[in-house]
Protein backbone atom coordinates (compact mmCIF):
# COMPACT_ATOMS: atom_id res chain seq x y z
CA UNK A 1 0.00 0.00 0.00
CA UNK A 2 2.66 1.91 0.72
CA UNK A 3 4.47 2.08 -2.36
CA UNK A 4 1.18 2.52 -4.48
CA UNK A 5 0.81 5.98 -2.39
CA UNK A 6 4.52 6.76 -3.53
CA UNK A 7 3.99 5.83 -6.98
CA UNK A 8 0.93 8.01 -7.15
CA UNK A 9 2.58 10.40 -5.73
CA UNK A 10 4.94 10.40 -8.14
CA UNK A 11 3.02 11.01 -10.53
CA UNK A 12 0.82 13.59 -9.15
CA UNK A 13 4.62 15.66 -9.09
CA UNK A 14 5.54 14.36 -12.33
CA UNK A 15 2.54 16.08 -13.45
CA UNK A 16 3.10 19.18 -11.92
CA UNK A 17 6.46 19.50 -13.28
CA UNK A 18 5.28 18.74 -16.79
CA UNK A 19 2.66 21.86 -16.34
CA UNK A 20 5.43 23.69 -14.97
CA UNK A 21 7.47 23.69 -17.81
CA UNK A 22 4.74 23.45 -20.78
CA UNK A 23 3.54 27.40 -19.12
CA UNK A 24 6.90 28.34 -18.52
CA UNK A 25 9.13 27.26 -21.53
CA UNK A 26 6.11 26.31 -24.41
CA UNK A 27 3.65 29.58 -23.82
CA UNK A 28 2.43 31.60 -26.97
CA UNK A 29 3.31 34.88 -25.71
CA UNK A 30 1.02 36.06 -29.26
CA UNK A 31 -1.69 34.12 -27.85
CA UNK A 32 -1.85 35.51 -24.83
CA UNK A 33 -1.63 39.18 -25.91
CA UNK A 34 -4.16 38.25 -28.69
CA UNK A 35 -6.38 37.18 -25.84
CA UNK A 36 -5.95 39.89 -23.24
CA UNK A 37 -6.75 42.00 -26.83
CA UNK A 38 -9.91 40.07 -27.28
CA UNK A 39 -11.02 40.27 -23.54
CA UNK A 40 -10.64 44.22 -23.50
CA UNK A 41 -12.33 44.51 -26.91
CA UNK A 42 -15.58 42.30 -25.69
CA UNK A 43 -15.32 44.39 -23.05
CA UNK A 44 -15.65 48.17 -25.64
CA UNK A 45 -12.33 48.95 -24.09
CA UNK A 46 -10.82 49.94 -27.34
CA UNK A 47 -7.58 51.54 -26.36
CA UNK A 48 -6.45 48.76 -24.34
CA UNK A 49 -7.50 46.39 -26.95
CA UNK A 50 -5.43 48.46 -29.48
CA UNK A 51 -2.41 48.25 -27.23
CA UNK A 52 -2.08 44.42 -26.84
CA UNK A 53 -3.51 43.41 -30.95
CA UNK A 54 -0.12 45.40 -31.71
CA UNK A 55 2.18 43.57 -29.61
CA UNK A 56 0.91 40.66 -31.61
CA UNK A 57 3.15 39.41 -34.11
CA UNK A 58 0.73 39.22 -36.90
CA UNK A 59 2.80 36.59 -38.73
CA UNK A 60 1.95 33.83 -36.12
CA UNK A 61 -1.27 35.11 -35.22
CA UNK A 62 -2.85 37.29 -39.17
CA UNK A 63 -6.38 37.63 -38.29
CA UNK A 64 -5.59 39.69 -35.51
CA UNK A 65 -5.35 42.51 -37.48
CA UNK A 66 -9.39 42.33 -37.93
CA UNK A 67 -10.26 43.45 -34.28
CA UNK A 68 -7.26 45.76 -34.44
CA UNK A 69 -8.72 47.20 -37.24
CA UNK A 70 -12.10 47.61 -35.89
CA UNK A 71 -10.63 48.98 -32.52
CA UNK A 72 -9.29 51.65 -34.48
CA UNK A 73 -12.58 52.33 -36.00
CA UNK A 74 -14.70 52.37 -33.13
CA UNK A 75 -11.70 55.07 -31.51
CA UNK A 76 -12.23 57.32 -34.77
CA UNK A 77 -9.00 56.33 -36.43
CA UNK A 78 -9.99 55.40 -39.81
CA UNK A 79 -6.32 55.66 -41.40
CA UNK A 80 -5.25 53.04 -38.97
CA UNK A 81 -8.74 51.79 -39.59
CA UNK A 82 -8.74 50.97 -43.24
CA UNK A 83 -4.80 50.25 -43.31
CA UNK A 84 -5.20 47.22 -40.76
CA UNK A 85 -8.71 46.15 -42.04
CA UNK A 86 -8.12 46.38 -46.30
CA UNK A 87 -5.28 44.12 -45.49
CA UNK A 88 -7.08 41.63 -43.76
CA UNK A 89 -9.55 41.80 -46.40
CA UNK A 90 -7.20 41.38 -49.69
CA UNK A 91 -6.05 38.35 -47.68
CA UNK A 92 -9.61 37.20 -47.15
CA UNK A 93 -8.57 36.80 -43.02
CA UNK A 94 -11.64 35.54 -41.71
CA UNK A 95 -15.11 34.11 -42.54
CA UNK A 96 -17.73 35.19 -45.72
CA UNK A 97 -19.95 37.09 -43.45
CA UNK A 98 -17.14 38.59 -41.09
CA UNK A 99 -15.51 39.61 -44.43
CA UNK A 100 -18.75 41.43 -45.90
CA UNK A 101 -18.96 43.45 -42.11
CA UNK A 102 -15.13 44.28 -42.89
CA UNK A 103 -16.08 45.55 -46.28
CA UNK A 104 -19.00 47.60 -44.57
CA UNK A 105 -16.62 48.85 -42.33
CA UNK A 106 -14.07 49.97 -44.88
CA UNK A 107 -16.41 51.74 -46.79
CA UNK A 108 -17.33 53.67 -43.72
CA UNK A 109 -14.22 54.89 -42.71
CA UNK A 110 -13.40 55.93 -46.50
CA UNK A 111 -16.57 58.22 -46.16
CA UNK A 112 -14.84 59.90 -43.34
CA UNK A 113 -12.04 60.88 -44.57
CA UNK A 114 -14.23 61.72 -47.24
CA UNK A 115 -12.47 59.31 -50.18
CA UNK A 116 -15.95 58.80 -51.57
CA UNK A 117 -14.85 56.84 -54.44
CA UNK A 118 -13.13 53.86 -52.33
CA UNK A 119 -16.16 54.35 -49.79
CA UNK A 120 -18.51 53.07 -52.69
CA UNK A 121 -16.03 50.69 -54.14
CA UNK A 122 -16.14 48.87 -50.12
CA UNK A 123 -19.70 49.74 -49.98
CA UNK A 124 -20.62 48.05 -53.19
CA UNK A 125 -18.63 44.94 -52.57
CA UNK A 126 -20.51 44.38 -48.81
CA UNK A 127 -23.61 44.61 -51.17
CA UNK A 128 -22.37 42.01 -53.04
CA UNK A 129 -21.60 39.42 -50.34
CA UNK A 130 -25.17 39.98 -49.11
CA UNK A 131 -24.30 42.61 -45.77
CA UNK A 132 -27.30 44.11 -45.06
CA UNK A 133 -25.71 47.06 -43.49
CA UNK A 134 -24.07 48.01 -46.52
CA UNK A 135 -27.47 49.00 -48.75
CA UNK A 136 -28.56 51.43 -45.94
CA UNK A 137 -24.52 52.90 -46.10
CA UNK A 138 -24.82 53.18 -49.81
CA UNK A 139 -27.97 55.31 -49.69
CA UNK A 140 -25.68 57.84 -47.05
CA UNK A 141 -23.23 57.85 -49.35
CA UNK A 142 -25.22 58.97 -51.94
CA UNK A 143 -26.50 61.31 -50.29
CA UNK A 144 -23.19 62.79 -49.53
CA UNK A 145 -22.16 62.70 -53.18
CA UNK A 146 -25.48 64.37 -54.06
CA UNK A 147 -24.66 67.45 -51.62
CA UNK A 148 -21.57 67.36 -52.91
CA UNK A 149 -22.51 67.91 -56.27
CA UNK A 150 -24.87 70.33 -55.28
CA UNK A 151 -21.81 72.47 -53.62
CA UNK A 152 -19.55 72.35 -56.91
CA UNK A 153 -22.93 73.25 -59.26
CA UNK A 154 -23.31 77.05 -56.87
CA UNK A 155 -19.99 77.42 -57.04
CA UNK A 156 -19.58 77.40 -60.52
Do not use: C
Amino acid sequence: MKKIIQIIIGFIIIGIWVAIIKTTFFTDDNQELYEKGISYYNDKEYVAAKQYFNWVDKRKIPEAVIPLGYSYFYTKDYENAIQNLQGAFEKKLGKPQSLSEVANVLGISYMHINDLKNARIYLEKAKEMGNQNSVYNLKILDSLEQKLQNRTIKEN
